[in-house]
């Protein structure tokens, strides 16, 4: 009787410690692209961007020894081209979380591929680099 309340005390607090928020190490990358001296990750819950709204993690870390990189200020810009008429823009709204990451929201009224602009000024000088990422 009481050995069977311990395992089920047991139970619950596995199944509670079991179950954490999403963090860093639950993110699946969309793409990384390598510019100079660091690489930019773009990456989210799923490993991909969705039509509709998304919300994506984009970090830079150092090529040499795989730390985070703080690069300042960041945006991200996207563009589709759409034959016979002016490209699709959508650009994201980002925040900084930790040096050298920072979460951001970006929506997609439709499918397919963008070209992806980040660009950053800080620290360690401006950059920027393209890429393109598909929208599912
Ligand atoms: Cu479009």
Redesign the pocket.
């Known amino acids: 009787m009481l050995k069977g309340l311990i395992v089920t005390l047991l139970l619950v607090v596995l199944t509670m410690v079991g179950t954490p928020a999403a963090t860093a190490a639950d993110m699946k990358p969309i793409y990384t692209q390598k510019a100079k001296d660091v690489a930019v990750t773009l990456q989210n819950e799923s490993g991909q961007w969705k039509q509709g709204k998304n919300e994506f993690v984009l970090e830079f870390t150092s090529l040499q020894d795989k730390k985070p990189v703080d690069v300042g200020k960041v945006s991200l810009n996207t563009s589709?081209?759409?034959p016979g008429m002016a490209?699709?823009v959508a650009g994201a709204t980002l925040t900084s979380e930790a040096p050298g990451r920072y979460r951001g929201t970006i929506d997609?009224?439709?499918?397919?591929a963008r070209q992806v602009t980040v660009t950053w000024d800080g620290p360690t000088g401006k950059g920027s680099t393209k890429f393109s990422v598909p929208v599912r």
């Open positions: 589709m081209a759409m490209p699709m997609f009224p439709d499918r397919g």
